[in-house]
């Protein structure tokens, strides 16, 4: 089963991000201190503007720390790269590419062979079960069809951190609760390092082995929760007793930093 | 690129075709019903409107010695060698705009400036630069186009959604690949609105540039029937202007529908 090993893959030290320019300085990360290992599925919660979205984009490569030190795999995070997956809360598909090139887009800037190309394309069209769509434009997909292509074309370069920037956060509760299970049966059958950002409580509990509580601005760590239901992990999941309790444990302290914010 | 399949008509779709049809065809009857009644010889705008009848026996007449050919063609042509060098000066000015801050900085001030300037308002420079020929009408709407396409193209190119450069930079996309597959692409339904907005506004200028002086051309053909008070070539000048314009904004329509097939649209 995916998850036992104990390596760390990502390596975040005294990490603090502060946006300057705008009136006020804006510090949206205050001494972030956290390891993931590998093959982990670690979500974060925590309420708006704590903090997450940037430290998703740090370890993208998309933004910079201020200060701090980061490391993937023991080396420095230096601007993107196929390795760090990741997916959009707005999907962020080419909308004048068929779901087959939009899967195809990153594999051809690493310049693979073209039977290379299409093959493993077509292995994670179907993954995502959208071989019917394979040549239609993202405008006659739903929502939570455009993610699946979105996951797919995240999959496809085989990062082996794959990170999530609430990607079911724009979709209805039953496409959610669908994708929650592919992404889980993905998950526990490709190993990967998940960083899965999230407001919704629940589904971090159902996806985690480790929730990561955010405080409110400035953010910081305030607690980590582990997550011990043992996978495979269902939809029946959330039934259980031990899962309830989780989630309430956890719900209580978000809510909390909600209030604090909102004084 | 991609097979879009023929399904049949849904009878929700046939029935809005017919009922577009329908009203197509109310739209001009209705037109033809004012310009009989406005041209009607009793009344005082029948001495300003010729009726329908007389403006067709003018086209055959002209149509017989082929000069209506000429007039159109000398105008056509003008318009498309001027919209077609802006278009092809405008595209890259607008890129580089978007792309390259110093640039954009530089010469968006000349623009700013330029833009409320009408470009009829040159002709006097361009006569003495480039005498009264064929260049120098080619110019003016060179200018009129140009002006328009750039802003309506820079546009674009600065809004393109932030979410698609970051997406293609996590899947390993380097400058070069995110200016060619994702700015120009997300950038063509601008590029066709500028060249829509750019072609109507040469047409326009073409004929006022035309009016104040040429040898050939819609615009002096109606100048100069209007010297000699012949209403019915005036009116029949106006029509080709018309029916000019509407078979260039078809062309576009037709561009617009091969190039940006992917767009959302909204469902009327």
Known sequence: ?263 | MVSMRKRPLTPKEKHDRKMTIVYTAISVILALAVWLTVSYPGFKSGRVFAPPQKVLTAFEEQAKTSLIWVHIGASVYRVLVGFGLAFVVAVPTSFLMGWYKPFREIVQPWLRFIRCIPPLAFIPLVIVGAGVGESAKIIVIFIAAFLVMVISIYGGVVNVDNTLIKAARVLGANDRTIFLKVIIPASIPYIIIGARLGLSSSLTTLIAAELTGAQRGLGQMIQEAANYFKMDVVLMGIIIIGVVGLLFEKIVSIAERRLTAWQETREM
């Open chain 1, 1 to 263: 089963m995916a998850g036992n090993s104990r390596d760390v893959k990502v390596d975040i030290k005294g990490v603090r991000r502060i946006f300057t320019g705008g009136e006020i300085d804006v510090v949206a990360l205050n001494g972030i201190d956290l390891q993931l290992y590998d093959n982990e599925f670690v979500c974060v919660v925590g309420p708006s503007g704590c903090g997450k979205s940037t430290l998703l984009n740090i370890l993208a490569g998309l933004d910079k720390q201020t200060d701090g030190e980061i490391t993937v795999d023991g080396g420095r995070i230096d601007g993107p790269s196929p390795d760090r997956g990741v997916v959009f809360q707005q999907y962020a598909l080419f909308p004048w590419l068929t779901v087959r090139k939009n899967v195809e887009f990153g594999l051809r800037n690493q310049g693979l062979p073209e039977r290379q190309v299409r093959e493993t394309a077509d292995k994670y069209i179907n993954m995502v079960q959208l071989q019917d769509f394979a040549n239609s434009y993202p405008k006659v997909l739903s929502g939570g069809m455009k993610q699946r292509v979105a996951i797919a074309r995240a999959y496809a370069m085989n990062p082996s951190l794959l990170l999530l920037d609430e990607p079911f956060g724009a979709l209805d509760a039953q496409t959610r609760a669908q994708l929650q299970a592919d992404l889980l049966q993905t998950w526990e059958a490709e190993e990967k390092t998940c960083f899965f950002i999230t407001h919704d409580v629940e589904e971090a509990v159902l996806l985690a082995q480790r929730v990561v509580i955010m405080s409110a601005r400035p953010g910081r760590i305030k607690r980590i929760v582990d997550i011990d239901i043992p996978h495979p992990r269902t939809q029946e999941t959330r039934l259980s007793q031990e899962f309830s309790v989780l989630k309430n444990t956890i719900w209580a302290e978000v809510y909390h930093e909600y209030l604090t914010q909102r004084k």
